[in-house]
Protein backbone atom coordinates (compact mmCIF):
# COMPACT_ATOMS: atom_id res chain seq x y z
CA UNK A 1 0.00 0.00 0.00
CA UNK A 2 1.59 3.02 -0.95
CA UNK A 3 0.89 6.02 1.19
CA UNK A 4 0.28 9.67 -0.11
CA UNK A 5 3.23 11.91 0.35
CA UNK A 6 1.25 14.64 1.89
CA UNK A 7 -0.06 12.39 4.26
CA UNK A 8 3.28 11.52 5.37
CA UNK A 9 4.50 15.39 5.70
CA UNK A 10 0.97 16.36 7.36
CA UNK A 11 1.36 12.74 10.36
CA UNK A 12 5.08 14.01 10.65
CA UNK A 13 4.66 17.71 10.75
CA UNK A 14 1.59 18.83 11.37
CA UNK A 15 0.19 16.79 14.15
CA UNK A 16 0.88 16.05 17.92
CA UNK A 17 2.36 19.23 19.96
CA UNK A 18 2.58 21.32 16.37
CA UNK A 19 -1.06 20.80 16.07
CA UNK A 20 -1.95 21.47 19.68
CA UNK A 21 0.06 24.65 20.90
CA UNK A 22 1.33 25.79 17.27
CA UNK A 23 5.16 24.53 18.42
CA UNK A 24 6.60 21.24 18.56
CA UNK A 25 9.05 23.55 20.95
CA UNK A 26 8.01 22.07 24.96
CA UNK A 27 10.24 24.91 26.45
CA UNK A 28 8.13 27.53 24.78
CA UNK A 29 5.00 25.02 25.74
CA UNK A 30 5.74 25.41 29.55
CA UNK A 31 6.53 29.22 29.02
CA UNK A 32 3.29 29.66 27.90
CA UNK A 33 1.48 27.57 30.40
CA UNK A 34 3.71 29.32 33.36
CA UNK A 35 3.79 32.64 32.23
CA UNK A 36 0.22 33.49 30.62
CA UNK A 37 1.64 37.43 29.58
CA UNK A 38 4.27 36.27 27.25
CA UNK A 39 1.82 35.03 24.66
CA UNK A 40 -1.54 35.21 23.59
CA UNK A 41 -4.90 33.59 25.60
CA UNK A 42 -5.59 31.56 22.26
CA UNK A 43 -1.42 30.69 22.58
CA UNK A 44 -1.77 30.05 26.38
CA UNK A 45 -5.10 27.98 25.86
CA UNK A 46 -3.25 26.53 23.09
CA UNK A 47 -0.28 25.46 25.54
CA UNK A 48 -2.47 24.21 28.64
CA UNK A 49 -4.25 21.45 25.89
CA UNK A 50 -0.79 20.46 24.77
CA UNK A 51 0.60 20.19 28.24
CA UNK A 52 -2.42 18.37 29.39
CA UNK A 53 -2.34 15.87 26.58
CA UNK A 54 1.64 15.44 26.69
CA UNK A 55 1.37 15.00 30.93
CA UNK A 56 -1.83 12.48 29.80
CA UNK A 57 0.53 10.17 27.64
CA UNK A 58 3.28 10.51 29.84
CA UNK A 59 1.45 9.00 32.85
CA UNK A 60 -0.13 6.68 30.87
CA UNK A 61 2.62 4.82 29.75
CA UNK A 62 4.80 5.31 33.13
CA UNK A 63 1.50 4.11 34.80
CA UNK A 64 1.24 0.56 32.95
CA UNK A 65 5.27 0.15 33.02
CA UNK A 66 4.87 0.44 37.16
CA UNK A 67 1.80 -1.43 37.49
CA UNK A 68 3.49 -4.45 35.58
CA UNK A 69 6.62 -3.74 37.48
CA UNK A 70 4.51 -4.19 41.10
CA UNK A 71 3.14 -7.67 39.70
CA UNK A 72 6.32 -9.10 40.60
CA UNK A 73 8.46 -6.31 42.42
CA UNK A 74 8.11 -5.18 45.50
CA UNK A 75 8.33 -1.13 45.56
CA UNK A 76 11.46 -1.65 48.06
CA UNK A 77 13.18 -2.86 45.36
CA UNK A 78 12.34 -0.18 42.20
CA UNK A 79 15.38 1.93 41.74
CA UNK A 80 12.78 4.86 40.95
CA UNK A 81 11.71 7.28 37.78
CA UNK A 82 14.35 8.37 35.89
CA UNK A 83 13.56 11.73 33.37
CA UNK A 84 15.76 12.51 30.70
CA UNK A 85 16.52 14.02 27.51
CA UNK A 86 15.38 17.20 26.69
CA UNK A 87 11.96 17.64 28.14
CA UNK A 88 13.26 15.28 31.43
CA UNK A 89 15.81 17.37 31.96
CA UNK A 90 14.90 20.77 32.05
CA UNK A 91 10.71 20.48 32.42
CA UNK A 92 10.31 20.80 36.48
CA UNK A 93 6.82 21.38 36.68
CA UNK A 94 6.48 18.38 34.15
CA UNK A 95 8.82 16.30 36.38
CA UNK A 96 6.74 17.49 39.58
CA UNK A 97 3.06 16.80 37.83
CA UNK A 98 4.45 13.32 37.07
CA UNK A 99 5.81 12.06 40.59
CA UNK A 100 2.79 14.00 42.20
CA UNK A 101 0.50 11.45 40.31
CA UNK A 102 2.62 9.12 42.13
CA UNK A 103 1.95 10.12 45.81
CA UNK A 104 -0.15 7.14 46.62
CA UNK A 105 3.20 5.28 45.94
CA UNK A 106 4.70 7.34 48.30
CA UNK A 107 6.89 9.83 45.85
CA UNK A 108 7.18 13.22 47.47
CA UNK A 109 8.94 15.88 45.16
CA UNK A 110 11.89 17.95 47.19
CA UNK A 111 10.61 21.18 44.68
CA UNK A 112 14.56 22.75 45.99
CA UNK A 113 16.29 19.68 43.94
CA UNK A 114 13.74 19.94 41.08
CA UNK A 115 14.17 23.26 40.28
CA UNK A 116 18.37 23.07 40.39
CA UNK A 117 19.67 22.49 36.80
CA UNK A 118 23.11 21.49 38.31
CA UNK A 119 24.92 17.72 38.36
CA UNK A 120 24.86 14.74 35.83
CA UNK A 121 22.82 12.79 37.85
CA UNK A 122 20.14 13.97 40.70
CA UNK A 123 17.70 13.10 42.94
CA UNK A 124 14.22 15.08 42.58
CA UNK A 125 12.60 13.40 45.85
CA UNK A 126 12.95 13.45 49.24
CA UNK A 127 14.60 11.61 51.55
CA UNK A 128 11.46 10.07 53.32
CA UNK A 129 9.97 9.06 49.31
CA UNK A 130 9.52 5.51 49.26
CA UNK A 131 9.19 5.95 45.13
CA UNK A 132 12.43 7.91 43.70
CA UNK A 133 12.46 10.80 41.07
CA UNK A 134 15.87 11.07 39.05
CA UNK A 135 17.55 13.67 36.45
CA UNK A 136 19.79 12.11 34.35
CA UNK A 137 21.42 14.25 31.77
CA UNK A 138 22.15 12.67 28.47
CA UNK A 139 24.28 13.69 25.21
CA UNK A 140 22.05 12.19 22.41
CA UNK A 141 24.33 13.19 19.59
CA UNK A 142 27.45 12.00 21.94
CA UNK A 143 25.74 8.70 22.14
CA UNK A 144 24.77 8.77 18.43
CA UNK A 145 28.84 9.03 16.78
CA UNK A 146 29.74 6.52 19.81
CA UNK A 147 27.47 3.82 18.16
CA UNK A 148 27.94 4.76 14.43
CA UNK A 149 31.65 4.79 15.29
CA UNK A 150 31.48 0.98 17.04
CA UNK A 151 29.26 -0.07 13.95
CA UNK A 152 31.68 1.99 11.57
CA UNK A 153 34.57 1.03 12.94
CA UNK A 154 36.75 4.01 12.85
Known sequence: MRIPSGLTWL???????????????FGHILS??????SCSEDEHKQAKLAYAVYLDRLL???SQYLFKLL???????????VFSGGIGEKG??????VLDKFK?????VDDQKNGQNEGEVRE???KASKLRGWVVET????QCVELARQQLDF
Open 60 to 62: SFV
Open 11 to 25: TSRKSGLQALAGTTN
Open 139 to 142: DEEK
Open 104 to 108: WLGAE
Open 71 to 81: TTTPLEQIDGI
Open 92 to 97: AELRRD
Open 32 to 37: RVSDPS
Open 124 to 126: ITS
